[in-house]
């Protein structure tokens, strides 16, 4: 439909109120609510994510596409059961315990969401038992960590510890990064990925996911 | 005040008007009366209700501007740091500028292998005893991150190590409260007691803001700690523009401003007096990689703006030099980390750190540190103006040599060419000779000199009761934190 291909590109363009009115005309026109989203919001973001990585897009012009895509989502959100609702997972994101840095963390949340998962941010300073308790309640797929600090990247392998001493380890993926952090380090911890930036961390998520 | 900084014989640098500073001096107080920041400390919240401003659940502080314009005043306009041997060694004052290295780092490009690995303990000691050769380098910081200790004690060894290897000034950042008291302990240790630290301050706090617009525990903790010791202290804003500040530089301005204010009222509430260097930095996004990048074109002129803010208010500056994002010595690197240290050295930032900072902050280099010694040389002399007194001019001299004569034999010559810059690093040669030296790029003309710096310079070490009474504070605080040995 030529709407779809109209509202992807409004996505592309970061065109807020172009996508919110066109979300509103296509409901008032009776079109399917979860098509709104995979055919006409969604492939425009997906040109998104090529173009960031091509570097034909900056970061501020994806944050504007995501946006205008999340104002369209929350149009047709209450038309959609929530069992129906299309989404690629939930992540569990936070700082850990100790560090105060999110901006690396706020950019991986804006990637993810913009690839359609769904966010609970945690926020920073965010003690193991924290995450524990995050975990049981809104049972995400994927659990992630941030730290940019030497002295506070041991509080992830205490969180990972505690997750596993409560019998969730096993129903989460956890993944971590931030400057200092590596994959070996990833590995020596026991997690399940590492991601160097948003846009891997992005692609880590779709991985860990899709099994 | 006129903003500006008047350098010798006339050489003045200026980046913004006194209608400039105002503009973003009256929107900071304007973002601090409307916006006000979240402090998350019990005693400052209460520090700053009973002097007058207005909380908001809890711990949401609206400053009333005559709260900053009462601590601006109050606030000394120039502060001394002394070295380890008493002696004066920064005068935080007018346009004099200072230079010093960054904390921190996590990869140590080592000189002699060339390898991109971990700090060790006596990498630190290294690096910090070249810094306490170099003559343009003023003041020292931790450099690297320590990999061979416990975490929670890196930053009270890194102290220690600072300490014992060199007798400059340092700049040092404390993970909380408790590591700031055990290193006060240990510079008063140094210094002979803690009335003569407070009297002649051997180090600078760096302590900050968490933008946009709170204020940590911890970094409020070590601000009032500092308030009350008398230890010179920032409170310094390191912005993301484009995330955590505006991506313009007037509005990332207006907020750091806004944020090291907001420290400052509360330091002069605590201890009006206390000595405040006022500044900040800002390493803007890349929109591409998203990393935070320093010495950006837009980095260096934020520094004008708060050298003229700074003067505005009367206070000594900070600031940043000679860092880059290159990740080896190579032709980006000479290159941001030059610009960046003669603008601030024009701009008369007083004190400029990160100067061997490499991969925005991740990774240190001495070869590099020792090239920016170079240049900051090169920054320094040219700071000196050209001076036109009648012996200057040489006006007798040539009227000497006359009409086809020729300088080098001259007197006037002999007695002022040392005046001139005399490279160390750089080459001058003939193309035979520098061949005939082995063909050397600069960087490896800096990694063999840093080489045979390490091998042969011995800085004064500390007497033997300052070195047991360091190890008894540092054994004391392992079993406090519960580290091993
Ligand atoms: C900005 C900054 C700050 C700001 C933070 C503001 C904020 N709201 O976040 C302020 C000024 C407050 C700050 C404070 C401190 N900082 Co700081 N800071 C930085 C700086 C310059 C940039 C960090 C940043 O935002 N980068 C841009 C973002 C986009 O990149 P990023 O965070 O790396 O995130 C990317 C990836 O890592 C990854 N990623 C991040 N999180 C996650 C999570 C997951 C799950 C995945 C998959 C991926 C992922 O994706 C992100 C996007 O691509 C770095 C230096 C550097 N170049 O890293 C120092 C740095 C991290 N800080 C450092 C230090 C020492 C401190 C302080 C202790 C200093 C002090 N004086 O007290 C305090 C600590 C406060 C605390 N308790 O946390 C050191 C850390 C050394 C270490 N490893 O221990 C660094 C490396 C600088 C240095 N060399 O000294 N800092």
Redesign the interface.
Known sequence: MAEFNKMSEMVIAGDFAGVKALTQKMIDDQVDPISIINDGLMPGMNVVGVRFKAGDMFVPEVMMSAKAMAAGIELVKPLIAESNMPTAGKVLVGTVKGDLHDIGKKLVNMMLESAGFQIIDLGVDIAPAKFVEAVKEHKPDVVGMSALLTTTMLSMKDTIDALKEEGLRDRVKVIIGGAPVTQSFAEQIGADGYAPDAAAATDLCKQLTAN | MAVGSLHHNGLFFRTLTEEQVQDIHRASCEILEQTGMVIHHEEAVELLRSAGAHVEAGNRVYFPTHLVEKAVASAPSRVTIYNRQGKPAMYLEGSKVYFGTGSDT?NYLDPVTGERRSWRQEDVAQAVRVVDYLPQIDFVMSMG?L?DVD??M?NREQYALMLQNSVKPQVVIA?DGDTLKDIIEMAAAARGGKDKLKQKPLFMLYTEP?SPLQQ?RESTDKLLIAAEHGVPTNFACGG?A???VP?TVGGALVQANAEALSGLVIHQLKAPGAPFIYGYGNSP?D????Q?VYGTPEAVMFQGGLVNLAQYYQLPSWGYAGCSNSKVTDEQAVMEATMFTLMGALQGCNMMHDVYYMEFG?TGSLEFLLINNEVIGRARRMLDGIATDRESLAVDAIKRVGPGGNFLGDEHTAKHFKENWLPELSDFNSYENWAALGSKTMAERAREKVIAIMQSHQPEPVSAEVQSRIAEILAQARVHVGAKE
Do not use: N
């Open positions: 996590l991150l990999s975490r929670r890196i993970e968490t940590p993301v484009g995330a955590s991506t996004m929109m591409r990689t998203m935070a991740l």
